[in-house]
């Protein structure tokens, strides 16, 4: 406990540093990684967590970015566009989650997929509000009452704090009675239910609660890049931040938002040196989810135990999905 | 009025019929034993009665009210929990993280988002104290699936009891355990308190004359007698078909 609280004063640190070293594309980079890092956790806590695989995550992002693009020149308070998108995108999640969930996985993972598509198809289609294929504009500025926020320093900062709350957020959603419930029925579903939970419930509350962070995360994408397109809610995409997690680590909070900061930076790394980027990006893709089972964020884990576990005897069978539990684990 | 009434219900898999106008009724504190050969249906039935299982026809109660199409989640509530023939724990998790799933099943505070589950003091407290009791404490922070089978079993019927149900189902708690750990079970069973009434599937005859108040024996998914041990000893049908004419009947 003490050492995770370090590590969040280490993190804090680096990421108050981090605007003073960094030119001023670098700032904007990482201002887009929180974003993506937003997004990826509230994938990672319906897959890592409560076992839904979405292939339509980005449709919320998309109810996000657009709730900002359309009615930005109408609202012009930041705070009310944040909480329409988070409203909105918790309750798109909320209704369609409680058809989904009645369904098996391999037909969780289609339904969601068509989802998406559904809500993509619609931005494409509604020319005449979303400038269909074009895309739109974002007319509104982002203020949370002491000014315009316009500056990479400025928009960094919110970034970094809309971070930080999410996954504080996260943390202690999965230390609660419905985030331990929901793992417990992903590891036996029949056993939690014949003790009495109705575990679709449970499934429904943390699919609506990631729907709503998903729609953040849009809504600050919106904010940050002052244009949507359909794109931030295409099957491509919700693929994308799949891989976030994938490479990060499933079954952790924090290991999707690393996943998502080496995607974003070898994205970007690669693209200035070639247009070929996406061949590049997905041998690399494949290479780092057949080397890294489990995820980079095992490998740290892995790493911690080389270091201080040492002269432990049984250091062999120590499990990499239980970093938290180490401790215990006789 | 008896706790668990079972009124002629009728299962089948496609076409094999599994249960036959099969009806049963405990009473209040009893310990109701369900003997009969493999494939005589006996989980099937409880697989009913907990609604695992749709059945086709029939009706159950639970003290007089009918839950014959209740959500099996629902019954956990209404006082009847129980527990599966194999294992089925959560495997991953340590016993204290075992216990704290069970107990929480009735805890008002189950649905709460963003409050510490093991902030609770009295779930500590009732924890500690289940712990305490069936003295494994010292197991409290192994993984489940680095227990003893036996221990496993145990845990198993810990679960069940969690949620401190007025009736008790449990399917061969003593399946698979040495004849040590069988009788350690069997003991346990007997020390649970009669406010709990207990519904058992049970093979090892020394275990069910040891705990039965009543016995009913299912044969081919029918009932073919229900009656006080001593009755299903000197039934000649039961001698038939259960202790193979009799020459293993238990003295
Ligand atoms: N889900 C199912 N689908 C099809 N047939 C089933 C199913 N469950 C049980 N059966 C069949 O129903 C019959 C009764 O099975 P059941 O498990 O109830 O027996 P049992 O009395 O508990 O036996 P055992 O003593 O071996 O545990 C068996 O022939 C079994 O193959
Ligand atoms: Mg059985």
Known sequence: ?330 | MSILKVENINKSFKTLQVLQNVSLEVQPGERHVIIGPNGAGKTTLFNCITNVLPIDSGKIFLEGQEISNMPSSKLVHLGMSRTFQKNNLFGNLTVEENLHLALTATKRYRYQMFHALTKHIDLKKETDEILAQWEISTRRNVKVNNLSYGEQRLLEILLAMASKPKILLLDEPTSGMSPAETAQTAEMIQKLPRTVSILIIEHDMDVVFSIADRITVLHHGEVILSGTPEEVRNNEEVREIYFGGGAKAHA
Request: with cysteine.
């Open chain 1, 1 to 330: 406990m003490k050492k995770n609280i370090l590590i969040f004063i280490v993190f804090l640190l680096i990421a108050f540093v981090l605007p003073f070293v960094l030119s001023v594309y670098g700032i904007d980079l990482v201002s887009e990684i929180f974003i993506m890092a937003i997004f990826a956790m509230s994938l990672g806590l319906i897959m890592g967590y409560a076992g839904m695989v979405s292939l339509g995550h980005a449709g919320f992002f998309g109810i996000g970015a657009y709730t900002v693009a359309l009615l930005g020149p109408h609202i012009p308070n930041s705070y009310l566009l944040l909480f329409f998108s988070i409203c909105l995108s918790g309750l798109l999640a909320l209704v369609t989650g409680a058809i989904f969930i009645r369904t098996s996985k391999f037909y969780f993972l289609m339904i969601t997929l068509a989802f998406g598509q559904l809500l993509f198809a619609l931005a494409w289609q509604l020319k005449q509000w979303t400038g269909g294929a074009d895309g739109m504009k974002v007319s509104a500025p982002l203020n949370l009452g002491f000014g315009e926020i316009v500056s990479p320093i400025g928009i960094y900062s919110v970034m970094a704090a809309a971070f930080i709350i999410v996954y504080l957020l996260l943390r202690f959603f999965v230390e609660s009675p419905v985030g331990k419930i929901v793992k417990g029925i992903m590891e036996n579903e029949a056993r939690m239910s014949a003790l009495g939970y109705d575990v679709r419930i449970y499934k429904l509350l943390t699919y609506t609660f990631s729907g709503a962070l998903a729609g953040f995360a849009g809504s600050l994408y919106g904010f940050y890049n002052l244009f949507v397109s359909p794109d931030v809610s295409s099957w491509m995409f919700s693929g994308q931040v799949m891989m976030m997690v994938i490479i990060g680590g499933v079954g952790t909070l924090i290991g999707p938002a690393i996943g998502a900061g080496l995607f974003i930076f070898l994205q970007n790394f690669i693209s200035t040196y070639t247009e070929r980027w996406p061949i590049i990006m997905g041998a690399l893709l494949v290479i780092l989810v057949l080397v890294g089972k489990g995820g980079i964020i095992h490998w740290f884990a892995l790493l911690k135990s080389k270091i201080f576990y040492k002269k432990r005897k049984n250091s062999d069978d120590y499990a990499p999905q239980h970093v938290e539990k180490e401790e215990v684990v006789n």
